[in-house]
Every structure is written in structure tokens, then in C-alpha cells.
């Protein structure tokens, strides 16, 4: 929550009123009205944090000589800081690297996903978390999460939604909406603990994203009775039109697997007479090297390349995501009585910022994140068990026509299966070396289990590569030579997570992810390269789709189809059906 302190309001008071100087005066800009539209020149005069006036200076009352600072901005455009409305701060960054970083393009404030939070801190934890990054050079707001995206244990999936512990999460000021919500299906057929759920975040009136791609207007409409409000997952014009006629507030998305937003746009304008005031745009969780073109700053300028208004396309990334989240009284526009997050342009045309105003305060471009993040709880950066794999681990389960199931690619995160007959192995060689197929297992991050399937359309001749970002947070084991799949697992776990790929005998990439096994400590800065290059390896070894980094995390996700890796065996995610089981380690 984005709240006032006493001692906040007092000032602004006698700021407003003349009695106290502004603590900054900004001077000669023209300033983006994004209520009426217009371009005015208009000064500003901030009280700390807070704007206390916008417009003429000489007819403002305010006490002018003593002002803290003084900026002149002539020949520049302002414009409200930007929010992300649909953030996933956790792909290989952190939270706080990816604030530090997009704050200097102009986005001043995002509303997160917690997945791998939610899925591995106890509620207090993670309610300790949302304090400890409330000093995050970007204003955090975040989702309460009804549904992991992988397939849990009854057992596993009672005690991380409980009631109880949902409440805890969704009564916190932090929490802004509950979502997105993947696993609808549940909901619509009557389960009452992910009924009774959504009515607890609808009645303290947050909002609740949806997440139903290719849904018909009959499921949209259903969902929308029982409370989703948004929902981002349109990937026609003609599906963001059905959302937009039921009442949604519409996300455009443009993402490293989702690049749609041009095409979106096209059709809109085409179609004519846009309620704009009803849509938003976001990145969607895009991994590092998407971020090499920019953050919110880039969907400003793919929107302004397909023609769309400037002061519409500003809009759906200032005061329309602030309208939704019911913010709009607190930021979202250079407004009296709104913080003082404000981006200084060259012109409407160039998006990415010049300067920036976060809270009342100049972003230096050398912004230093710090050594470490906040003082989080226990455990906050633990990773799984400590456990060795041998060689021999590798059997994929037969099923009793003797066929072995075939995850095959088509495209960076949809799957689909095949029953296939079992390659013969050749030595420590899973497959032999013109077969297409690499050998595919997640291993319980505790060493209980562990689940085998092939892959096609991955890369080929990989010897062996691990990576513990997945979406259960699990081990994903990848390749065609045993004794290398067991170095690369061994290595990520004896440093309590990473990306590692073995090639030959020797390191081909390695990328530490020491918080949760799921993220880098590294300054995007850094971490931008270093996923690039992991990308280029794989596009050398036959890698073909968008983003390779999404392929490791989504082979664990059951929200996608059509077939996945879960602690249960290898999953048809439509039928819902165990194809092969998982195996015990010594099994």
C-alpha cells in the first residue's frame, strides 16, 4: 500500500498553504495531462515525495524563496512515471536487480507475481519479504497467488492454499490483486476452497487477473461473474475485443515468447473507436535479454511505430493501470497530491527517459543496487537437499506397449506427445547419436524422486545440462550422455542451484542462481550477456525457439499444453492423466 505519514501530510499542508517552502521546484517543462489530454507548460513544486503544485508559479501562493532545489527542464516533455502492471520479477533476476535496472528506463512502478516466493517461504516469511523490499528504488506491489501452475500432491496443494494462509497473504497491504488466475477450471466446476478464496480477495477489493487464453466468450463471461477483472492473455484483436465487450480491463502484452503487442495494435486501430481508458500493456515476465531493448519504455515505442496516439499510448501505462489498482489518487498522473514520479522526455517520441524523478528524488544512471538484498528471512536463499546422483539414475519408464513418451517442442513452451519405441542406449550414450531425441528428467530438489521422459526440438548432442529454474523449483536434467547428466545435476546442487551445461568434458555454460535456486544476485547489467550467451550456445547446438530460457522453467508448468514433467510422472495436462509414473531414486 502507498501510503501518507502524518508527518508527510503536514508538510504538504504548509507547503500548499505558503508557510513552508517546496522542497523542489521544477521549472519550464511541458507536462502530459494525461486526464485532459493536453501538452501544457506548467510548472511544479514537490513537498519530499509529494507533488504539492502544478502550474503557474506566480499564481500559486506557495512560498518560493528558501525552495530546496531548482530545476530547469526547458525544451523537455514530462510525463508520469511508468507502471508495469503485470510484472514477473523473478526470471533469473530478482526483484530489487530488476527495479534498479528498469527505474532508469522510466518505470517507477510494478505489481508482481510471488510464485516462487508463495511456493517455497512459509506466509509469514513471505509477508516479511513484502516489508523488506518496500525500500526497492521501484514501488512493489504484488499478486496473492490461487494457483502453483504445477501439479501438487493433495497434501502440498491443502497447506499452500489453505484458507488461513491465503487470508494472511491477501489482508496485506501489499497485496494489490489475487492471480493470475491459471488452473480456472477448478473454480467453475464448484471446488470450494479456490471459490471461497477468490471471494475473500473480491470482497477486500482487490483485483483479480485472469489468465485464459483461447477461452470462448461463454468461459470469459463465466469468470467474469465470479469476480476476474483482467486479464492479459489475448493474442488476437478479435480476443482482446471479446474481453474488452464483458467488462475486462484488457493487458496488451508484448514478451520474449509472446511478442504480440504490434499486431494487437494493428487490428485495434483498424477496428476503430478504441475505449483505450480500458487497456494496459505489459512485458510479462520477459527474460534478460528481451530486457536489452528496454523495459515499459519499449512498449511505449512499438505503440507510437504502429500509430498509436501518444497520449493514449502514455495513458495505458500511467493513469489507466493507477484507474484499475485504484491508485489513481496516489500516482499514475503530475498531479497535486500524487507522488512525484515523473519522467523527463526529449520529446513524446522518444519514451526512454532522459532524467527521472522517483519519489521526489533524481535516479542517478549509475543507481547502485547494493551487496546484498534486504535482510530477508532464514532459508530465504536455501535450495533443496543435499544429495549425489550416479550415472545409472537414467531410466525412462516403459509403458505396457513397450513405448516410451516423447515430449516434443513446438514452439518454446507448447508441448506435445508421442509414444514413441525406446532408443537403445550405447555405452554411457542415452541415444544413440543420430537419434533427435535428448533424454529428459526432473529430480525432486530433495532427492526423493524423479520423473523421465525424451525431448525433441530442445538442441541435439547436448551431453548434459541441469538448471533449477523451473516452475517446481525442481531439478530439470537435459541430455544424452549419463555420466555427464549426473556432473552437470551433481554441480547445480553442490552450489545450491544454477545453470550448467557439460559439454565434452568441459564447463560450457554456467550461470549461479543462489537465491531459491531460481535467481542470479547479478546486476542486469551483467546478467543481460550472460543469458545472451546462453541462448547463442543453445541456438548453435539446434535450438530453434524464441526464448530457451522459458523452455527450462515451462517443461514443469501444467498450465500449457500438453504434456509436462510433475512430481507424479510425465503428465497430459488436458486429460489430466499420469502417463508414465515417477520412479524413487533407487528405482
Not at 8 to 33: F, T, W
Not at 35 to 48: F, M, P, Q, S, Y
Not at 477 to 500: C, F, H, L, R, T
Not at 561 to 573: D, E, F, H, K, W
Amino acid at each position: 500500500m502507498i501510503t501518507r505519514t502524518m508527518a508527510e501530510h503536514q508538510n504538504l499542508l504548509d507547503v500548499v498553504m505558503g508557510r513552508k517552502a517546496p522542497s523542489r521546484i521544477i521549472r519550464g517543462g511541458q507536462i502530459l495531462n494525461v486526464h485532459t489530454g493536453r501538452l501544457e507548460e506548467k510548472d511544479i513544486a514537490l513537498a519530499g515525495r509529494w507533488i504539492a503544485y502544478v502550474g503557474q508559479l506566480e499564481e500559486s501562493g506557495l512560498l518560493l524563496e528558501g525552495a530546496g532545489c531548482e530545476d530547469d527542464v526547458s525544451g523537455c516533455v514530462l510525463v508520469p512515471g511508468y507502471i508495469e502492471p503485470h510484472a514477473h520479477p523473478c526470471q533469473i533476476y530478482q526483484p530489487l536487480t530488476l527495479a534498479s535496472h528498469v527505474v532508469q528506463r522510466g518505470t517507477t512502478t510494478m505489481v508482481c507475481d510471488t510464485l516462487p516466493f508463495f511456493m517455497q517461504l512459509e506466509a509469514f516469511e513471505l509477508l516479511t519479504l513484502f516489508d523488506g523490499l518496500q525500500s526497492s528504488p521501484v514501488k512493489l506491489l504484488w499478486w496473492g497467488r490461487l494457483d502453483s501452475q504445477t501439479h501438487l500432491s493433495e497434501a502440498e496443494s491443502a497447506k499452500l492454499f489453505s484458507m488461513e494462509r491465503m487470508q494472511s497473504i491477501l489482508r496485506s497491504p501489499h497485496v494489490a490483486q489475487a492471480g493470475e488466475l491459471s488452473d480456472w477450471m477448478p473454480l467453475l466446476a464448484g471446488d470450494k476452497e479456490k471459490n471461497a478464496c477468490l471471494l475473500d480477495a473480491w470482497g477486500r477489493g482487490k483485483r483479480i487477473e485472469g489468465h485464459a487464453p483461447g477461452a470462448s466468450t461463454r468461459t470469459l463471461s463465466r469468470l467474469a461473474a465470479l469476480g476476474v477483472t483482467g486479464d492479459h492473455e489475448s493474442i488476437t484483436p478479435e480476443e482482446v475485443w471479446r474481453r474488452l465487450e464483458l467488462g475486462y480491463m484488457v493487458t496488451l502484452r508484448h514478451s520474449s515468447i509472446r511478442p504480440d503487442l504490434p499486431e494487437l495494435l494493428a487490428g485495434l486501430l483498424a477496428h476503430g473507436d478504441v475505449p483505450w481508458h480500458r487497456l494496459m500493456m505489459t512485458t510479462d515476465g520477459a527474460t534478460p535479454p528481451y530486457l536489452a531493448e528496454g523495459f515499459t519504455d519499449y512498449l511505449l515505442k512499438l505503440a507510437l511505430e504502429q500509430g498509436v496516439d501518444p497520449v493514449q499510448a502514455y495513458r495505458m501505462v500511467t493513469v489507466n493501470p493507477a484507474v484499475y489498482y485504484r491508485l489513481d489518487e496516489r500516482l499514475g498522473s503530475i498531479s497535486p497530491g500524487r507522488l512525484a514520479d515523473i519522467n523527463v522526455l526529449a520529446s513524446l517520441d522518444v519514451p526512454t527517459p532522459i532524467k527521472v524523478l522517483n519519489e521526489g528524488e533524481w535516479v542517478d544512471s549509475s543507481f547502485p543496487l547494493g551487496t546484498e538484498p534486504p535482510v530477508l528471512p532464514a532459508g530465504y536463499r536455501a535450495w533443496g537437499g543435499r544429495f549425489q546422483l550416479t550415472p545409472d539414475e537414467w531410466r525412462v519408464p516403459h509403458t505396457e506397449e513397450g513405448t516410451v513418451p516423447v515430449i516434443n517442442l513446438l514452439n518454446a513452451v507448447i508441448t506435445k506427445l508421442t509414444m514413441e519405441a525406446a532408443p537403445s542406449p550405447v555405452g554411457s550414450r542415452l541415444v544413440p547419436e543420430e537419434d533427435d531425441r535428448l533424454a529428459v528428467f526432473l529430480v525432486d530438489r530433495n532427492g526423493n524422486w524423479k520423473t523421465g521422459a525424451y525431448l525433441r526440438g530442445f538442441a541435439q548432442g547436448i551431453d548434459g545440462l541441469a538448471s533449477s529454474y523451473t516452475c517446481t523449483h525442481d531439478l530439470l536434467v537435459i541430455g544424452q550422455d549419463a555420466e555427464a547428466m549426473a556432473q552437470a545435476a551433481n554441480y547445480v546442487i553442490a552450489q545450491n542451484g544454477g545453470i550448467y551445461w557439460l559439454q565434452g568434458g568441459e564447463e560450457r555454460f554456467y550461470l549461479p542462481l543462489p537465491i531459491l535456486g531460481t535467481m542470479s544476485d547479478l546486476d542486469l547489467e551483467e546478467l543481460i550477456p550472460q543469458c545472451q550467451a546462453l541462448a547463442e550456445r543453445l541456438r548453435e547446438a539446434g535450438y530453434t525457439h524464441l526464448d530457451p530460457i522459458y523452455t527450462l522453467q515451462f517443461l514443469t508448468s501444467t498450465h500449457l499444453p500438453q504434456v509436462r514433467l510433475t512430481n507424479a510422472g510425465v503428465m497430459s495436462v488436458k486429460k489430466n492423466k499420469i502417463i508414465t509414473p515417477s520412479l524413487g531414486r533407487n528405482e
